[in-house]
């Protein structure tokens, strides 16, 4: 019975860790807390990429190459985690190919039953984790821009007479970041009174999109299937000249999402490390501030000509980005609340800007690819940051590595702002302004 409880609190512990971002510190941090052990994750090669817990080496230790391969065949022929020198080590292969290892470092011979076991859960739950983090990725790429086209193609349907209505990209926006807003709270919620958590979360989940399936389902098509195709589909095409606009939009896409990837994927160790606050609803809730301020943002302002939309979101950036340092430098939750509420709302306004400025030089025809490319643009930027920062925090502490992030974040969306709108061509909130046209 000890035992079934304690594979409980450690699918409880994982579940922690789905819930706030589900990344390799995270991963370790659960199973030292688990264990009492430095844990850590290195990849196939043997390079570190986190470790938790006390007396790690620096310089990290480059190893042979020759031992690492004969070292990662023993563990692979062996069920379970294996004990190699002062380690317990256990493969990272998801579909079969070495990924890495995980492993629990036990120079006192310390590790019990227990901390085998946490071994061997933690190591059952990490590949699901990151194959499910990959199809969610995959599908909300097919989703997001698809979906975004879509309600454009049926305002227009319904309101043919009313060309250039950002009442769509209000819409489009103001789901895709509610949505984002809404998930980690859910989760995070879940993980602090919901019983089997990271279940009962997947499961809301499952429920919500069967429900929209639904909708989608009982939607018209807005595409004529019958008629012959006159010509082969382009599915990237720009207006001339829009091949400057375009970066620009697809930088402003990326630069607004890298905050946002940022707190929510790390987030959670900054409130756990700096903030010293361990409430999952916490973590869920600067999570849903953030995008939630995206989302209100968008719905507030959303109105506003473009110039001034984008004007107002490379104030508005720069200054949450500024305060989210100075809430590390002097830790105080209620500031970091408020910096990333300013930083999400920012990040919403420039996204918003984005997205029209990457519509109003498409094709007609093309614009469904062109906002793919540009949601893939922004979905890079909001992963790649992430990845860089979490490098940055092994070399540096999380405040100094928060300021030049801040710094180049800042810099990198105000000159996107420059370039964007240094073409004048009129964006689809430009022309609903001039026509003066109520929704």
Not at 36 to 59: M, N, Q, T, Y
Not at 191 to 197: G, R, V
Request: glycine share 10%.
């Amino acid at each position: 019975m000890a035992e079934l409880g304690y594979e409980r609190a450690v699918h409880a512990v994982m579940a922690d860790v789905a819930a706030s971002g589900g990344g390799e510190d995270a991963v370790t941090r659960a199973l030292h807390r688990l264990t009492g052990l430095p844990a850590l994750v290195e990849d196939r090669f043997g390079r570190l990429r986190s470790w938790s817990g006390p007396s790690r080496p620096a310089p990290y230790p480059e190893p042979d190459p020759v031992h690492r391969v004969e070292m990662l065949h023993a563990v692979a022929r062996q069920t379970g985690p294996v004990r190699i020198k002062d380690r317990l080590i256990t493969l990272i292969r998801p579909h079969g190919e070495i990924l890495g290892v995980l492993a629990l470092v036990d120079a006192g011979d310390e590790a019990d039953e227990h901390a085998v076991l946490a071994l061997e859960i933690v190591w059952r739950d990490l590949p699901g984790l990151i194959a499910g983090r990959v199809l969610n990725g995959a599908g909300l790429g097919l989703m997001a821009s698809t979906a975004t086209t879509y309600l454009h193609d049926l305002h227009h349907e319904v309101r043919p007479e009313r060309t250039g209505s950002v009442l769509p990209g209000i819409v489009a926006t103001a789901a895709n970041l509610g949505g984002l807003a809404t998930g980690p709270l859910v989760a995070g919620a879940a993980a602090e009174w919901l019983p089997a958590p990271l279940i009962t979360a997947q499961a809301i989940f499952t429920l919500a999109m069967t429900v929209c399936l639904a909708l989608v389902l009982c939607t018209p098509e807005t595409v004529d299937l019958e008629l012959p195709a006159t010509r082969p589909s382009t599915r990237f095409v720009l207006r001339p000249g829009g091949r400057r606009s375009f970066g620009a939009a697809g930088a402003l896409g990326a630069f607004a999402f890298a905050i946002l990837g940022l707190i929510s994927s790390l987030g959670a160790s900054v409130l756990h490390g700096t903030l010293h606050t361990d409430s999952h609803l916490v973590v869920g809730l600067a999570a849903w501030l953030m995008f939630g301020s995206a989302a209100a943002a968008q719905l507030v302002l959303g109105r506003l000509p473009l110039p001034r939309l984008l004007t107002v979101g490379a104030v508005v950036f720069p200054v949450g980005l500024v305060l989210c340092a100075v809430a590390l430098y002097h830790p105080a939750l209620w500031l970091y609340l408020v910096a990333v509420s300013l930083s999400g709302a920012g990040s919403g306004l420039l996204f918003k800007g984005g997205v029209e400025r990457a519509g109003s030089v498409a094709e007609p025809a093309s614009r469904a690819g062109v906002l793919a490319v540009f949601f893939v643009v922004a979905y890079l930027g909001m992963g790649l940051p992430s990845v860089l920062f979490s490098i940055a925090l092994r070399h540096f502490a999380v405040q100094i590595a928060m300021i030049g992030f801040a710094a180049v974040l800042s810099c990198g969306a105000v000159v996107s702002v420059v370039v964007a709108l240094r073409d004048r061509a009129p964006g689809p909130g430009e022309l609903s302004a001039r026509s003066a046209r109520p929704f």
